[in-house]
């Protein structure tokens, strides 16, 4: 454990950990400099852009990503990474194996494979064999999502590898690929994990198909990762009166029994102008646009978010890893709402990360004695 660390003033959490990234995407907004719009904008101007895409390059952004996730208290990332379309489609994949073995001693970094309909088998295999933890894929934006969506399943379970897909990322009603993917996994062995991000078009249909995609997929034991901010700023363009939310529907699946957790995705690249790379961030907006109280919130981006990635309990708590956020606040309400930057972090009992910030605030004399009479 880290010696003499005085926490006086601290409030000591278990450490957010990050289910759904984009490391090899992220920091990339000042490079490429798209057009602000929506989810079909962005994925074309990131193909346009991939073809000058370099190890090194996508090394160098990922790695700045990743601490600064760690600076602000993540211990552990699940990060998508793309197999890219033409030669060299392994660019990203050798990138991201590269920052996952220098970090490997401060954060654990899970990567999944993002397959676009038109990436062949082989090329998912050979991610599988460098290395890479889990299939995923975008099966809603495929020309036959049902086809693409169980090719790439049928590559995991032969394979023994997690899932974790991009499903229905979009606010059609009709398209739910979410039922399919809970349909095609039930009975699959408990150790090939499956989690489906984003789910937007659930929050869109009645409640009563809401009920029975939700069931299909309490029944299997799918994790959910709901992704507020990107989702939020993808959605809902075409829009202009009553813009929806673009989101899960994290409350229905939280009462239901669901494994919910919440993610940041992209920051400051395409899909996502903005983002700090803070977890209170994601649950600030799971508060204020899901509706979830402030301890869900901070459970679904911390021991939620772990379970979802298979990871061991972190925090304190008998048996438990040694995976701690102290942050200056009185408590968790202040902690989510003010983001303090002072913070400490630890992962497997050693401290990894610290940022300490002092402020003053030079008040006229008038409010400085009224303050001292109302004390």
């Not at 489609?89 to 220098?102: I, K, M, N």
């Not at 957790?261 to 907006?285: C, I």
């Not at 972090?345 to 402020?359: D, E, I, K, N, Q």
């Amino acid at each position: 454990m880290a010696d003499d660390l005085d926490l006086d003033g601290y409030l000591l959490l278990p450490a957010p950990a990050e289910p759904h990234a984009h490391l090899d995407k992220a920091l990339s907004w000042n490079e490429i400099r798209p057009p602000m719009g929506d989810l079909a904008s962005a994925i074309t101007a990131w193909r346009d852009y991939s073809a000058q895409l370099t190890v090194t390059g996508v090394a160098a952004r990922a790695r700045r990503a990743a601490l600064s996730l760690l600076a602000n208290g993540t211990t552990a990332v699940r990060t998508h990474v793309d197999l890219l379309p033409g030669p060299e489609p392994l660019r990203g994949v050798h990138a991201l194996l590269q920052v996952r073995e220098e970090l490997a001693s401060v954060m654990d970094i899970q990567l999944t494979a993002l397959t676009p309909h038109d990436v062949g088998d082989e090329i998912v295999e050979e991610a599988i064999d460098l290395g890479v933890d889990f299939v995923g894929g975008s099966p809603h934006h495929a020309p036959d999502p049902s086809a693409t969506l169980q090719r790439l399943l049928s590559i995991a379970k032969r394979r023994g590898v997690g899932v974790d897909m991009h499903t229905d990322e979009q606010l059609d009603p009709n398209v739910l690929t979410l039922l399919e993917l809970a349909e095609t996994v039930r009975g699959w062995p408990d150790d090939i994990p499956v989690t489906a991000g984003h789910c937007v078009s659930l929050g869109t249909v009645d409640p009563g198909v809401r009920a029975h995609v939700i069931e299909a997929v309490r029944a299997t034991g799918i994790g959910i990762v709901a992704l507020p901010i990107t989702n939020l700023y993808l959605q809902g363009w075409g829009h202009p009166v009553a813009t929806p939310r673009g989101l899960t529907p994290v409350r229905a699946l939280l009462d239901a029994g669901v494994r919910v957790a919440g993610g940041a995705d992209n920051v400051r690249d395409p899909f996502n102008p903005l983002g700090r790379s803070d977890a209170l961030e994601t649950a600030m907006l799971l508060v204020t646009a899901g509706h979830l109280t402030t301890t869900e919130a901070y459970e679904a981006v911390s021991t939620s978010a772990r379970d979802i990635m298979s990871l061991p309990l972190a925090g304190v708590a008998v048996g438990a890893q040694a995976d701690f956020l102290a942050i200056r606040a009185h408590d968790l309400d202040e902690a989510v709402a003010e983001a303090p930057s002072s913070r400490h972090v630890l992962h497997r009992g050693r401290l990894v990360a610290t940022s300490v910030v002092s402020s003053s605030v030079h008040v006229p004399l008038a409010a400085s004695l009224e303050s001292e009479v109302r004390s």
